[in-house]
């Protein structure tokens, strides 16, 4: 397995001459997420988030600013031949990239390619071949198995199988694009037959999403030693789950219409590069519970495989937003309780041969701390609805109402480096149609 | 429900001057189904299979024989902006071949667009943006459930739900291309522990494939009223299944590794017109059965919803090869055996508002008959691997044993009609690697 080096780019002491970006809590000039957006009235483009700025890179390269790969490949209006490159083509961009907006004697021929955040539209970073989630987050496995099966939570293979399944790429939006509560079929308990109707239990899921970079052949599988080497960056995702729906229909072949609705990422593909002073060892798996088996299993994944991030859970209702009140944090925690590494999900995924390509997602699945305060989703924050959560508004809430919005924040930090974000994964709940 | 209406272009007694066209199993004049092919040595382009011969479309329409629309979607190496085309342009373009193949007067001017298509290659017709696959085939689900679940083969839920789940898209290969018999893990039942290694139930699934023409935005359901327009065309889908990882990976979210290795289509697109004469009732639903929730309810379905479709399974060793035998026919049955449309499945995917697109595919799932004659795997035809069936060469099978090749054929047929065929879905098994 070969993690990316931290470098120069990673130097604490490292500035931007982008004055928003000192201190910035999602994107100093330690991170140099890309991502694809519009300035007012303009076509999409791909650029790179500094503060509260955006470096137009479709520029830099007509300007002569970028390496020749990246320049190539900044001319489309997504990521997919960016996430491609092979690495030392991606390094390469860092580097100049950090140079450009670190170095004042470059401040005049770069300046002109920034815009304001606030000003611009940020769009899907790639068009999604095949969008994947899966089940790592051990503890929301065991939180929702319990309510579904009291006696077996947890089953026979789940610490054997990085368990996932495919899900919808069509439907995934970007940050800001406001959901439709879906209608659908769900069984109430004590009725005889189904009913169709808006769904009562709309709930939000924490994950990690990993984008895939240089794929592999059909019938070739990625062996772990090669899985980071595969991944061309990380983001937020909110995989919105209707819970009435998902209870009814997902035995035998798994969820589809409970999940299909609509899916939420951050708009920004925080980089391998950027990430690696944020790795960390793999918490040991409890006492008794089997190794990982042969194709999973790798000393450098055990070492170096885990993230250092926290991520965090905010609502906010249409009541308070109208009195003017901050988002109401749910829950916090690490995503080191991942029961798989990212590196793991990548080689199960193909090594029955499947083909991952550039722009493929892959979600991690819910990720929930142990305890209640670091819970990934409604479901098991209110136990299955049967305990609601008060919000600083004197409202209460068992899953989500019309209005309310989610929001997604993850930090990656480590002792003696900056600490990045991931920027916003956060969208609204329209009433059904 | 608004179904195409047979026209002159279906007359029994229309003859194309294309000689091979006349009785062609598989594609009459009255067929014409879309495709993307490469004459040898040159680049993809959209054709039309007339008897054992393909017209390029492409060429066609720089030679000024299409109507505008057709001919500006003619230009792609893609079926993707054909099958948005409206009703009316693919109507229009149907009938201007429909003349130009049976008008000796239009022979002199079409007949240097046609290439023999043993001479060619067929590619997949369309780029694919997301699969879903269905479990339509009610005969199918109660004899994989009695294996599951000898108690409860078929689950509450199967009767009000259109059960389906996402499937992967980019494992997807046309008639040809050999699959790679996939690595994974299994669990022996007499086993602690998984073991790993190449599947030793590898299995066919028999389905149609119905591939989505225009799509709907996201959030807005599709009425069932109007599911066919949203229907771009049919074809064979072979959903190669390792029946060993499936048996242990699929609890709780649904079938992963043990299908997404490979799956195959047949190439060639038989349109909704070409099938207008081959609609049928559905066959009503057994004493007791609840009736289809309101909005997968329509009158116009349930008369004319069904396909008059007859569906073939042929499997040949490598040993029948060698010895110059004909592929043996394991199973015959008909479509109708589908316990729900393809209308109902098209509405109830988007139904919670999830956007289906152009390009888009569906499978049914597999379709079996009552009978074991109409089984449509081998789960089923060896009762999960317990009773071996008998090859001509004196071999027998359980499950697939690599340098298989296993055909799918289609036949739609109606009294007074010609009948029409889909083309072959075939592939063969290589060892694992």
């Known amino acids: 397995m070969t993690f990316w080096q931290t470098d120069a780019t990673h130097d604490p002491a490292l500035a931007s001459w982008v004055e928003s970006a000192k201190g910035h809590r999602d994107f100093p000039i330690q991170n140099l997420p ?47 031949a960016f996430m491609a490159l092979p690495e030392g083509d991606r390094k390469a961009l860092r580097a100049i990239l950090s140079q450009m907006l670190a170095d004042n004697d470059q401040r005049s021929a770069v300046e002109p390619h920034l815009h304001r955040a606030g000003t611009c539209t940020l769009h899907l970073p790639a068009r999604i071949g095949d969008y994947t989630d899966f089940y790592v987050g051990i503890h929301h496995a065991n939180n929702v198995g319990r309510q579904f099966r009291p006696d077996n939570p947890l089953l026979p293979n789940y610490k054997y199988v990085p368990i996932g399944y495919h899900g919808r790429a069509s439907s995934i939006r970007a940050s800001g694009v406001p959901l439709v509560r879906p209608t659908g079929q769900r069984k109430p308990p004590e009725a005889d037959a189904p009913v169709v109707g808006p769904s009562v239990r709309l709930d939000y899921e924490l994950e990690l999403g990993v984008w895939i970079g240089q794929g592999n052949e059909l019938g070739t599988p990625i062996p772990i030693s090669e899985a980071a080497n595969h991944i061309a960056g990380f983001c937020l995702l909110n995989d919105w789950s209707a819970r009435d729906f998902q209870a009814w229909e997902y035995q035998p072949l798994g969820p589809f219409l409970a999940k299909n609705f609509h899916s939420t990422i951050s708009p920004w593909v925080v980089t391998p590069e950027a990430m690696a002073p944020f790795r960390m060892a793999q918490p040991p798996r409890p006492e008794g519970d089997p190794a990982p088996l042969g194709y999973l299993s790798d000393d450098e994944d055990r070492s170096h495989g885990a993230l250092a991030v926290t991520l965090e859970v905010f609502l906010s209702s249409a009541k308070m937003r109208e009195a003017g009140m901050e988002p109401f944090r749910l829950s916090r925690g690490p995503a080191s309780n991942m029961y798989w590494t990212v590196q793991q999900i990548v080689t199960h995924h193909a090594s029955n041969g499947c083909n991952l390509q550039a722009g493929d997602l892959l979600g991690t699945g819910t990720i929930s701390a142990p305890t209640r305060d670091g819970f990934g989703s409604l479901l098991e924050l209110t136990s ?48 059904a149609r």
Not at 395 to 402: C, I, N, W
Request: hydrophobic share 40%.
């Open 34 to 80: 890309l991502g694809v957006f519009s300035p007012a009235g303009e076509t999409p483009r791909i650029g790179v988030a500094i503060g509260d700025m955006i470096l137009d890179l479709s520029a830099c390269a007509k300007a002569g600013l970028l390496p020749d790969a990246a320049s190539s490949a900044a001319g489309s209006d997504s990521l997919n």
């Open 384 to 431: 299955g609805g049967k305990e609601p959560i008060s919000l600083p508004s004197g409202e209460t809430r068992t899953f989500l109402e019309d209005g309310d919005e989610v929001t997604l924040r993850a930090t990656a930090h480590a002792e003696g480096y900056v600490s990045i974000g991931f920027g916003e994964c956060r969208a609204a709940v329209l009433p």
